[in-house]
């Protein structure tokens, strides 16, 4: 259980912030980059939330949890030593769900005849700044896991892949089922 009874603790104001084992890493270190944009994304969510109902706003609160699960997984890099507690993790049914959800939407859609520019409805103007903000997050956390000596697992590496696909398909979804996609036009402003 999370308790916080003081906000501000002063301990990070040398530019320095614990891990959830303890360890003090610089604010400025690639895990705490991976950490701030999960939760960046998460903040995003919250945006998308406001303009979004039914099932689609179901699937993004149950993400917006499971973000604070993947960024806990994150704050608890594989040390080796002993924790004293079961720590969280990405598991596979987390990417499965996502793949089942991304095809079911998908088989709402008509296939793309071009790509899609991120505007139509508000809803679907922040599922795709969802999107580009999941893969900063991915490209981030893959840094992070080709870096000696940090380890990300590859069940949080294939969820925030899964991620940018899902919100993709979802704000197509929220362009009334693709009908008010805004597409790309090719040179159509020469």
Do not use: C
């Not at 973000?67 to 704050?75: I, M, N, S, V, Y």
């Amino acid at each position: 259980m999370v308790r916080l009874n003081k906000i501000y603790t002063r301990t990070g104001d040398a530019g320095e912030t614990g891990l959830a084992a303890g360890p003090r890493r610089s604010k400025a270190d690639l895990r705490l980059e991976a950490i701030g944009t999960v939760d960046e994304l998460n903040a995003v969510l919250g945006l998308v939330r406001l303009h979004a109902g039914g099932d689609l706003d179901e699937m993004l609160a149950r993400i917006q949890n499971e973000l604070f699960d993947l960024g806990a997984e994150l704050a608890t890099p594989e040390t080796g030593e002993p924790l004293g507690y079961e720590p969280l993790k990405v598991v596979a049914a987390q990417v499965a769900r996502l793949e089942e959800e991304i095809d079911a939407m998908n088989e709402r859609l008509e296939p793309l005849r071009s790509f899609v520019l991120p505007a139509g409805s508000p809803a679907a103007t922040h599922l795709h700044h969802a999107r580009t903000v999941a893969r900063r997050a991915e490209r981030l956390m893959v840094a992070l896991a080709a870096k000696a000596g940090e380890t990300v697992a590859p069940a949080a590496l294939q969820y925030v892949n899964r991620l940018s696909d899902h919100f993709f398909v979802a704000a197509r979804i929220a362009n009334d089922d693709g009908r008010a996609d805004v597409l790309w036009v090719p040179g159509g402003s020469r």
